[in-house]
């Protein structure tokens, strides 16, 4: 017979995953998910829904490369780099400092409040629900995308220019508004 879990209280969940932005600016990125849940009773498995929420400190630069300067597991460590040194022991308040510091990082924000599973069981289940909505990427456009939308600007002033003063013109020659006088036998204007 499987021995019966009596449960858990406290959950703290730390979740690597990947993520990539396809338009505009393209870029490859390791997220991570924190969430810290409690229970009044003992527990056998949690239910927690949210959504993932890009955060900038600064626009993305477009290139013609995806960016992968953040593709490395927030959880990684290189123990002979100057940041472990400085930060040992390691803990988990300054793994999560180190990656909230970055120029983009994805938030979990929690929707709903999570749901316990009080059943008895022979195992803890978590399940973790993550929802990505649509959302506005800040970037750097190219001078290539600059060029396009001032040559559009540049024609949309133009052209109805062109065309109110042309009709202006042809309105005042027509009616006779300003005053023209046909002079023959001119010489051609090559020889003038």
Not at 12 to 23: H, I, Q, S
Not at 135 to 143: F, G, L, T
């Amino acid at each position: 017979m499987p021995k019966v879990i009596e449960g858990v209280r406290h959950i703290v969940l730390m979740a690597v995953y990947g993520f990539e932005l396809r338009d505009r600016v393209r870029e490859r990125m390791s997220g991570l998910v924190a969430v810290d849940v409690s229970s009044p009773y003992l527990s056998s498995g949690v239910w927690v829904q949210g959504e993932l929420r890009l955060k900038q400190s600064l626009p993305l630069h477009v290139g013609t490369e995806a960016r992968d300067i953040y593709d490395e597991s927030p959880l990684s460590l290189n123990f002979a780099s100057n940041w472990a040194s400085a930060n040992q022991p390691i803990s988990m308040r300054s793994l999560l400092q180190r990656y909230a510091v970055r120029n983009e990082s994805v938030i979990f924000a929690s929707e709903l409040p999570p749901s316990w599973d009080y059943s008895p069981q022979d195992y803890i289940s978590i399940n973790l629900v993550l929802a990505v909505p649509p959302q506005q990427v800040r970037y750097v456009p190219s001078a290539w995308e600059m060029l396009k939308v001032a040559w559009m600007q540049v024609l949309s002033f133009i052209i109805p220019v062109w065309l109110v003063l042309r009709s202006l013109k042809s309105f005042a020659y027509d009616n006779q508004l300003v005053d023209t006088y046909i002079v023959p036998n001119l010489p051609p204007l090559s020889e003038m």
